[in-house]
T-cell receptor, first 116, second 113 residues
């Protein structure tokens, strides 16, 4: 079964509104989670590293005020897309690691965001 | 600038034959590589990995080859099965930040019965 749960799986929102996406590790604690974004026919692009109890680390070119990340507990990280615009429409996906071994990476099922 | 590239967006193979998916990278600091498989409406699932100290890793029908000098890796699936039809992503990371992966754009594999 899934060990990383992402919610919602899809969302449609109006321009100017904010949308929150949740990423939960179901049976393990994750001090670090990663948020990715994928445009159609393009690669998964790492947006930011979410660290429990501290500020997220953003990749170059990703607006931290636009994409708010909160990792308030060892099992939950949230990504909030603020003042959404149609160009924010994309597939957002998170990952978490059960251990420090690379092979223990698990992904959520992703969230399809459509801004109208 | 994309550091991991999969230049073939799609591949079609007959059931029972070999599927070869290719991946190139530009960052010489990458020393750990993964292949992920993704079905529609699901998140990627881990398939196989390889460390830069090896040039080959095998797991059942799946074999990954790494050519460090060419900065190239490939995934071989033998024999291919219809259930292998999915999008395959390669990903790379460096020892400095080993949990931070960079992904290719994916190759959609279609295995025809």
């Amino acid at each position: 079964g899934a060990v990383v749960s992402q919610h919602p799986s899809w969302v449609i929102c109006k321009s100017g509104t904010s949308v929150k996406i949740e990423c939960r590790s179901l049976d393990f604690q994750a001090t670090t989670m990663f948020w990715y974004r994928q445009f159609p026919k393009q690669s998964l692009m790492l947006m930011a590293t979410s660290n429990e109890g501290s500020k997220a680390t953003y990749e170059q070119g990703v607006e931290k005020d636009k994409f708010l990340i909160n990792h308030a507990s060892l099992t939950l990280s949230t990504l909030t897309v603020t003042s959404a615009h149609p160009e924010d429409s994309s597939f957002y996906i998170c990952s978490a690691y059960r251990t420090l071994r690379n092979t223990e990476a698990f992904f959520g099922q992703g969230t399809r965001l459509t801004v109208v | 600038d994309q550091q991991v590239k999969q230049n073939s967006p799609s591949l079609s193979v007959q059931e029972g034959r070999i599927s070869i998916l290719n991946c190139d990278y530009t960052n010489s600091m990458f020393d750990y590589f993964l292949w992920y498989k993704k079905y529609p409406a699901e998140g990627p699932t881990f398939l196989i990995s390889i460390s830069s100290i090896k040039d080959k890793n095998e797991d059942g029908r799946f074999t990954v080859f790494l050519n460090k000098s060419a900065k190239h890796l490939s995934l071989h699936i033998v024999p291919s099965q219809p259930g292998d039809s999915a999008v395959y992503f390669c990903a790379a990371s460096s020892g400095y930040n080993f949990n931070k992966f960079y992904f290719g754009s994916g190759t959609k594999l279609n295995v025809k019965p």
